[in-house]
């Protein structure tokens, strides 16, 4: 029983550059988080979403930070023009649907930004 | 604005000893509480959930929630090396809320 996979574990994009971080909940589960970890921060909500909806984004930046979960395939985090203080860590979380109320992480996706 | 707040730390414990760890959160709406253990470069592993006043003991872990103090805890018994990490309280409404975590508290367990 697969946990909640991210991948890539490690991505280096330039300034400017677009990156996607991509997140499959576990099976069995139909609710989707991401947070963002700086360093030396706390992890900070970003999103949440089910399939094919954003349900909550009170956490997102207002400009170049997207994220999407389609009724086929995982959800994809993309935060287009990449500047350095977007370098951090971005974990996705998931929950089942009969205790929506429980987030198991994922191993997340480091990002640095050169 | 919703807040957690936890002692950074570092928190040094002896191996045996009972670790205490705190928390206090501002919202008094909150009504589902956790507590997640992250070793450094890794990811939060969840170790504790609690929803209603009192205590709740699993193993050498036990959580307490006081609503009206707005205070919720995490002993850990018979601590052991492997149990040096960081700690993150986390809070949320309930229902499928997004959690607003604390940073964390760093604990140091003593051989």
């Known amino acids: 029983n697969a946990g909640v996979m991210q991948n890539p574990r490690h991505l280096v994009r330039r300034r400017g550059q677009e990156a996607r971080l991509r997140c499959s909940p576990m099976?069995?589960?139909?609710?989707v988080y991401w947070y963002r970890q700086l360093p030396e921060e706390g992890l900070k909500f970003m999103v949440y979403l089910q399939k094919e909806n954003i349900i909550d984004e009170s956490g997102m930046p207002k400009e170049r930070f997207s994220a999407e979960f389609p009724k086929e395939g995982p959800s994809i985090l993309r935060i287009q023009q990449v500047v350095r203080g977007d370098s951090a860590a971005y974990f996705c979380?998931?929950?089942?649907?009969?205790?929506?109320?429980?987030?198991?992480f994922g191993a997340g996706t480091r990002l640095s930004v050169l | 604005q919703k807040e957690v707040e936890q002692n950074s730390g570092p928190l040094s414990v002896p191996e045996g000893a009972i670790a205490s760890l705190n928390c206090t959160y501002s919202?008094?709406?909150?009504?589902?509480f956790f507590w997640y253990r992250q070793y450094s470069g890794k990811s939060p592993e969840l170790i504790m959930s609690?929803?209603?006043?009192g205590d709740k003991e699993d193993g050498r872990f036990t959580a307490q929630l006081n609503k009206a103090s707005q205070y919720v805890s995490l002993l850990i018994r018979d601590s052991q090396p492997s149990d040096s990490a960081t700690y993150l309280c986390a809070v949320s409404g309930g229902g499928a809320d997004g959690l607003t975590f604390g940073k964390g508290t760093h604990l140091i367990i003593q051989p």
């Open positions: 919202d008094r709406g909150s009504q589902s």
């Open positions: 609690i929803y209603s006043n």
């Open positions: 099976k069995g589960h139909s609710h």
């Open positions: 979380a998931s929950s089942p649907s009969w205790d929506s109320r429980v987030q198991y």
